[in-house]
């Protein structure tokens, strides 16, 4: 037996590798991109083997490790050695998040782009291009000198962080435009990020966004966008061939970038992360709008789904466990929302023997009387972070609003 296993957040990348012979264990585990370290163990029967097995694969589930694809090694640099789903990681776990830039994107190192150093033919590292409120410099004049150097040829992923300076209204356009005039200068670029911005650089609710679709055009071979804000957000309908990750944080997303979504058409999506948002901040949607989604024919290799940060969310656990979609996903991420006894009690019913293997449900409203019995499910079942619960009901907020 074995299993493999990784963990990404924004800070940290990992993986975990478990190997069982009869009665002998072998675990590899340490940073992505090293050889890690191997530790043995010898137990006192094959069966003791195979009963602690399956008890220290499900702890580290229960911790936020996934399943990588089949035929990763110990040493997976990202996605071009093909992690599932862990290429979209899942970057806000807990508030303070919100006040730190991320660390690593796609198992990559993120540095900072210095003008003054320039950068270098890395292809572990991931090239941050953020400025401060009061920089002289400009987002998409690093770009350009980054472009003119032979360090983009080597490059696989890309993050652009805070683009406006002192202008809150700036938007990412000026550097979409340049990223796709230029693309034949990023070559094998397949992971971009745009909008590692943290509350003291702008809030989300405040970050301008742009069209994005000029980048799922411009790069073929992209498997992971990720983005961050909802204001002034556009989608079109688009095919692409090999993205196997979308990612769209946003405090409030507008229904039109749904609609949009759901109309695409990406035979490789294995990971589909939307958030949601609040009304209070420009969320218009409803469960209706979901509703292609849940029919289960759209996106035929998804494994991952991820509707977060949402004040409905509650609707959605009642309508999506009777849906065709549950029956096809290994994990249903439904955290940072405001998910009470009601939508948590819709769960119970989540279909055990199918595909479906995790429930994400961390930073909700729920009881621990319902925690407990949603535990009880053959599932693995993240309810940590609890929010503080309001039992009148009356204030209860998503994770990230403004």
């Excluded at 979209?88 to 994107?105: M, P, V, Y």
């Excluded at 991820?306 to 509650?314: E, I, P, S, W």
């Excluded at 199918?354 to 429930?359: D, E, F, G, P, S």
Aim: aromatic share 8%; with cysteine.
């Amino acid at each position: 037996m074995k299993s493999e296993l990784v963990y990404m957040d924004s800070k940290s990348s990992k993986f975990w590798n478990l190997t069982s012979e009869g009665a002998k264990h072998t675990v590899v585990y340490g940073r992505i991109g090293t050889d890690g370290q191997t530790k043995e163990k010898v137990f006192k029967s094959e069966e003791d083997a195979k009963k602690n097995f399956e008890k220290l694969v499900k702890q580290k589930m229960s911790k936020g490790y996934i399943e990588a694809s089949t035929g990763t090694t110990s040493t997976p640099e990202g996605t071009e050695n093909g992690l599932i789903p862990a290429i979209a990681f899942n970057s806000i776990k807990k508030q303070s998040d919100l006040h730190e830039n991320a660390g690593t994107f796609v198992g990559k190192r993120i540095v900072d782009f210095d003008p003054k150093k320039g950068a270098k033919a890395d292809s572990s590292l991931a090239y941050r291009f953020r400025i401060d409120w009061d920089s002289d410099d400009s987002v998409t004049d690093m770009l350009k000198q980054y472009l003119d150097s032979d360090a983009c040829l080597h490059a696989t992923a890309l993050v652009i962080g805070a683009w406006s300076g002192d202008d809150s209204e700036a938007s990412p356009e000026p550097i979409i435009k340049l990223l796709t005039e230029r693309k034949d200068r990023l070559p094998k670029i397949t992971a971009i990020y745009l909008g590692d911005i943290i509350a003291e650089e702008n809030e989300m609710s405040w970050i301008n966004q742009s069209d994005i679709t000029p980048l799922l055009s411009a790069f073929p071979n992209l498997q992971l966008l990720r983005t961050r804000g909802g204001d002034s957000l556009q989608l079109e309908p688009v095919k692409h061939e090999t993205l196997r990750a979308l990612a769209i944080e946003t405090g409030g997303l507008d229904a039109d970038v749904i609609r949009a979504i759901l109309s695409c058409d990406f035979p490789a999506l294995e990971h589909l992360e939307i958030w949601l948002g609040t009304d209070e901040y420009g969320s218009n949607s409803s469960v209706e709008d979901l509703q292609p989604l849940f029919a289960g024919e759209l996106f035929p290799n998804l494994k991952y789904l991820g509707l977060r940060n949402c004040d409905y969310v509650d609707n959605i656990a009642g309508v999506i466990v009777n849906s065709p979609i549950i029956d096809r996903i290994e994990t249903l991420d439904l955290s940072l929302g405001v998910l009470t006894d009601t939508g948590g009690n819709a769960l119970l019913n989540a279909p055990n023997g199918k595909a479906l293997k995790r429930l994400d449900l961390h930073y909700n409203y729920m009881t621990a009387g319902m925690i407990k019995k949603l535990k009880s499910l053959d599932l693995t079942v993240d309810a940590s972070k609890p929010s503080d619960m309001d039992e009148d009901g009356e204030w209860r907020f998503v994770a990230v609003g403004e």
